[in-house]
């Protein structure tokens, strides 16, 4: 199956402060998403991306799907950021990497 | 657009027995529903895929005896953990896609089961 490794595994971010998230995967792909997961375990989709760029908010995400890399973007982060962020891809089945865990501080 | 819902939220129930979680597509038609579980501090692991009307598709490892997949209509998925332990506990997350859904959405997930065994 289609690897997925998401960078770094864990974020610690001061409220107001930038990052960017890293997922690369091992081969094509028809679909990538970015997920955020709530404390509840709800996974809340933030993109559809499987190539270029999107914004949502705060939030904006790129993909180059030539290079096999997506970059998650988050501005002025809030403490409701917190939580654990998924890159999932699929030719088919979706398979997700293990998470980033961001923790954002106020 | 493509809301899938998934029941129960929670469940209790004592070992040996059986459970049924439910995951409905609510605005759309989903031709392929996933299951996944996860455990504590870790990501999702896909245990099967299921067309509407055919037998699902397991994932090396998974006991098809012990999580049995019924995918009967085209909105209704179900999974039953028979004959559950508390190993089987864990948060149970099913997914879905449909036509003209993937393209504008992707996959789309239920709200998740914690199923704790006793």
């Known amino acids: 199956g289609i690897q997925v490794e998401q960078s770094p595994p864990d974020l610690i971010l001061q409220e107001g402060a930038n990052s960017t998230l890293r997922c690369n995967f091992s081969d094509s792909v028809n679909n990538l998403q970015w997920f955020h997961q709530n404390p509840w375990g709800q996974l809340i989709n933030l993109f559809y991306?499987?190539?270029g760029t999107k914004q949502n908010g705060r939030l904006s995400a790129t993909t180059v799907a030539t290079e096999r890399y997506s970059l998650l973007y988050i501005s002025s982060s809030q403490t409701t950021d917190s939580g654990v962020y998924f890159c999932a891809v699929a030719d088919y089945k979706l398979s997700f990497g293990a998470g980033t865990t961001v923790t954002v501080r106020a | 657009g493509a809301v899938v819902s998934q029941h129960p939220s929670r469940v209790i129930c004592k070992s040996g027995t059986s459970v049924k979680i439910e995951c409905r597509s609510l605005?759309?038609?989903?031709?392929?529903m996933f299951w996944y579980r996860q455990f504590p501090k870790q990501s999702l692991m896909l245990m099967a895929t299921?067309?509407?009307?055919?037998?699902?598709?397991?994932e090396q490892g998974v006991e098809k005896d012990k999580f049995l997949i019924n995918h009967a209509s085209l909105t209704l998925s179900t999974l039953t953990v028979t004959s559950a332990h508390p190993e089987d506990s864990s948060f149970y997350i099913c997914?879905?896609?449909?036509?003209?859904?993937?393209?504008?959405?992707?996959?789309?997930f239920g709200s998740g089961t914690r199923l704790t065994v006793v």
């Open positions: 605005d759309f038609q989903a031709t392929t």
């Open positions: 997914s879905a896609t449909g036509t003209g859904v993937l393209a504008n959405y992707g996959y789309t």
């Open positions: 991306i499987p190539s």
């Open positions: 299921s067309n509407e009307g055919s037998k699902a598709t397991y």
